[in-house]
Structure formats: structure tokens, C-alpha cells
T-cell receptor
Framework: EAGVVQSPRYKIIEKKQPVAFWCNPISGHNTLYWYLQNLGQGPELLIRYENEEAVDDSQLPKDRFSAERLKGVDSTLKIQPAELGDSAVYLC???????????FGPGTRLTVL | RKEVEQDPGPFNVPEGATVAFNCTYSNSASQSFFWYRQDCRKEPKLLMSVYSSGNEDGRFTAQLNRASQYISLLIRDSKLSDSATYLCVVDTGNQFYFGTGTSLTVIP
């Protein structure tokens, strides 16, 4: 079974530029999560989807961050414009729902210069 | 106050040693608990769930103390391959919260 796929794996951009990350969850997983992980910290939830509905986006900085999961499968997370403090690893995870195990993708390591 | 708190370590132990990590959580209504393992520059992976009665998986034992709101992970007979960061995860029913992780290095 294929795992969670994320692209790109690495991205370097200059501040004020836009950037987008893509995630394809495990087939059949209705719940999709986007996390941000800073060095030496645990993942912090940005947004959670149940199918195509964003059920928890309270931690998403909506002035510059947006996300979508239009068909309830793959998802895109966008930052516009990026700031220096956005440099981090952006992790996508999926699960069947509820308290079921979350499976993480390899992450996208973003560096903002 | 953070939802989940862990001692970041680092823990440096010799091969064969027994090591224990603790994690405390603030929400008494928390429902589910997990330990994840994260290798350097890799994604977190589920190590084990933590059940109320405690549970064991080979050399790993997880315990939950609801009264004191902490969970623990015990690793016996440490192997070099156990070197990683161990993340405590708490599900409050609304959201999963990850601890900052505890770094373990097993030394030959």
C-alpha cells in the first residue's frame, strides 16, 4: 500500500514569494491533516479535513495561509506571502478517522530567505 | 500551559540499558494516548498506543496514569536502533497534541 505522498520534498524561496505544498493521502483515508514542525518541536496542527470539509482550522494563520481539499482526496496548502518565520517542515498526515492511527508523509522542508 | 509536556532530554544510555520517558498532559478529558517515534529528518511513525491498563510490545512498555495525567514509555535492553526522538501524543477528542519529543541516543 502506498503511503502518504508529499511534494516537493524541499523548497527554497525568498520572503514575500508564494509557495504551495501538495499532499496525496493513503487511499481510503477520509481524514487529512496538515502540520507544521519547527526544529526541536513536535508537530503543530494547522488544519484537519474530514473528506472535503475543513473541520478544524483554528490554528491556521488565515491572513497568509490557505488550504483546500476540493474532491476530498489530495490537498494543497499555500502560503502567500511567505515570511522568514515560515521556515519549517510541513507535514501531511492521513487516517481513517476518529482516533485511528495517523500516517505521516515525508514532509516538505521550506526555507524562506 | 502546554497541552502536552515532555522532558526534551537528551538521554544518552549504553546499549542494554533500560530507559523511561514521561509525559504529562493538561486536559483531564483526554481520550487517547500514543507514543510516536521520529528519526532524524524523517516523519513521525506510530510506535504504540497507550491503553488504560498498560500495554507491552516486545521491549517497549507504555503506561497511563489518568489520576496524575501522565503517560510513560519504558524501553528495556536498549538497542542502537532505538536512537530517535520519542513524541508523546494526546487526543483530547477535538485535536491531537504532540509533545516536543524526548531525544534518545543509545551508545555502543
Amino acid at each position: 500500500e502506498a503511503g502518504v505522498v508529499q511534494s516537493p520534498r524541499y523548497k527554497i524561496i525568498e520572503k514575500k514569494q508564494p509557495v504551495a505544498f501538495w499532499c496525496n493521502p493513503i487511499s481510503g483515508h477520509n481524514t487529512l491533516y496538515w502540520y507544521l514542525q519547527n526544529l526541536g518541536q513536535g508537530p503543530e496542527l494547522l488544519i484537519r479535513y474530514e473528506n472535503e470539509e475543513a473541520v478544524d482550522d483554528s490554528q491556521l494563520p488565515k491572513d497568509r495561509f490557505s488550504a483546500e481539499r476540493l474532491k476530498g482526496v489530495d490537498s494543497t496548502l499555500k502560503i502567500q506571502p511567505a515570511e522568514l518565520g515560515d521556515s519549517a517542515v510541513y507535514l501531511c498526515a492521513s487516517s481513517r478517522g476518529g482516533t485511528d492511527t495517523q500516517y505521516f508523509g515525508p514532509g516538505t522542508r521550506l526555507t524562506v530567505l | 500551559r502546554k497541552e502536552v509536556e515532555q522532558d526534551p532530554g537528551p538521554f544518552n544510555v549504553p546499549e542494554g540499558a533500560t530507559v523511561a520517558f514521561n509525559c504529562t498532559y493538561s486536559n483531564s478529558a483526554s481520550q487517547s494516548f500514543f507514543w510516536y517515534r521520529q528519526d532524524c529528518r524523517k516523519e513521525p511513525k506510530l510506535l504504540m498506543s497507550v491503553y488504560s491498563s498498560g500495554n507491552e510490545d516486545g521491549r517497549f512498555t507504555a503506561q497511563l496514569n489518568r489520576a496524575s495525567q501522565y503517560i510513560s514509555l519504558l524501553i528495556r535492553d536498549s538497542k542502537l536502533s532505538d536512537s530517535a526522538t520519542y513524541l508523546c501524543v494526546v487526543d483530547t477528542g477535538n485535536q491531537f497534541y504532540f509533545g516536543t519529543g524526548t531525544s534518545l541516543t543509545v551508545i555502543p
